[in-house]
């Protein structure tokens, strides 16, 4: 017979609520592409990429 109660099987309840996510932590994929384009081509070449970030900052609920 096994010593351990059933509640210490039982997974345990999270209570901690989701830390809002932070403008700079957001979209990490297109600001990674846009921040390598800006700094090897110059802002005016790379005007996709910087839409593209802005349009996945909006879907995030960031308003720019």
């Given amino acids: ?29 297109t600001k990674k592409v846009r921040d390598a384009c800006i700094i090897e081509n110059g802002e005016e070449s790379c005007t996709v990429l910087i839409e593209a970030h802005k349009d996945c900052m909006r879907a995030l609920g960031f308003k720019i």
Avoid: D
Avoid at 1 to 26: D, G, N, R
């Fill in 1 to 29: 017979m096994s010593t351990v109660s059933a509640a210490c099987l039982e997974p345990a309840v999270v209570t901690e609520q989701k830390k809002p996510l932070k403008p700079c932590c957001a979209c990490p994929e």
